[in-house]
């Protein structure tokens, strides 16, 4: 059976030629992914719509640089990943979360986490919170290397391509994230005990 489904590469081939209409099969196909992405970077539901709508204009503004060298996915991820960092600097002066904001439960799952650091599983949304608002804290380049890294489980070379930072860089801004996390940290539990 033959599939009547045009290729990323048609449907791009057709808008780059005028056709702006064949741009809709595309935003259908890889909204879902564009959006889970959005959502790791910001809290709120209309800045996660923000970030998806201005990476489908950046996406269609931009569409005649996409070479066809990678999937086209690859492509509007990296995309996004930039859409997500510039997000991520332009909130940096409005952090609305402070230390002093944590909750009881994160406290208390903190306090278990370091007498014991083995995960359980009724800790789980108390751990979620908590590593959201250690996230909040950080700058917009370490919460994007951290975030790649360990919860989209990203590889180096994957941050790299994704980024456009080098292999090095990735490694260098990996360091400092973890290190602006152990701050983070220490003063959440000075906090708790002043």
């Given at each position: 059976m033959i599939s009547m489904?045009?290729?990323?590469a048609e449907l791009i081939a057709a808008v780059l030629q005028g056709d702006t209409v064949s741009f809709e099969p595309?935003?259908?196909?890889?909204?879902?992914?564009?959006f889970a992405t959005a959502r790791r970077y910001a809290r709120r539901e209309s800045e996660v719509e923000d970030i998806v709508q201005e990476v489908w204009l950046r996406a269609f503004q931009r569409l005649g640089t996409f070479r066809g060298e990678a999937p086209f996915e690859h492509w509007l991820m990296r995309l996004t990943v930039h859409v997500c960092y510039d997000f991520l600097r332009g909130h940096q002066r409005n952090?609305?979360?402070t230390l002093t904001e944590i909750s009881d439960e994160e406290h208390d799952w903190l306090e278990r986490?370091?007498?014991?650091?083995?995960?359980?599983?009724d800790d789980s949304n108390a751990a979620k919170q908590l590593v959201e608002?250690?996230?909040?804290?950080?700058?917009?380049?370490?919460?994007?290397?951290i975030t790649l890294l360990e919860i989209e489980e990203k590889s180096v070379k994957e941050i790299a391509e994704l980024t456009g930072w080098s292999v090095p860089l990735v490694k260098v801004r990996a360091f400092r994230a973890r290190a602006e996390m152990r701050k983070v940290l220490a003063?959440?539990?000075?906090?708790?005990?002043l």
């Amino acid at each position: 059976m033959i599939s009547m489904e045009r290729t990323d590469a048609e449907l791009i081939a057709a808008v780059l030629q005028g056709d702006t209409v064949s741009f809709e099969p595309l935003v259908k196909k890889y909204s879902p992914r564009v959006f889970a992405t959005a959502r790791r970077y910001a809290r709120r539901e209309s800045e996660v719509e923000d970030i998806v709508q201005e990476v489908w204009l950046r996406a269609f503004q931009r569409l005649g640089t996409f070479r066809g060298e990678a999937p086209f996915e690859h492509w509007l991820m990296r995309l996004t990943v930039h859409v997500c960092y510039d997000f991520l600097r332009g909130h940096q002066r409005n952090r609305e979360i402070t230390l002093t904001e944590i909750s009881d439960e994160e406290h208390d799952w903190l306090e278990r986490f370091a007498a014991q650091p083995e995960p359980s599983s009724d800790d789980s949304n108390a751990a979620k919170q908590l590593v959201e608002r250690v996230l909040a804290q950080l700058s917009p380049s370490a919460r994007l290397v951290i975030t790649l890294l360990e919860i989209e489980e990203k590889s180096v070379k994957e941050i790299a391509e994704l980024t456009g930072w080098s292999v090095p860089l990735v490694k260098v801004r990996a360091f400092r994230a973890r290190a602006e996390m152990r701050k983070v940290l220490a003063k959440i539990s000075q906090n708790k005990y002043l």
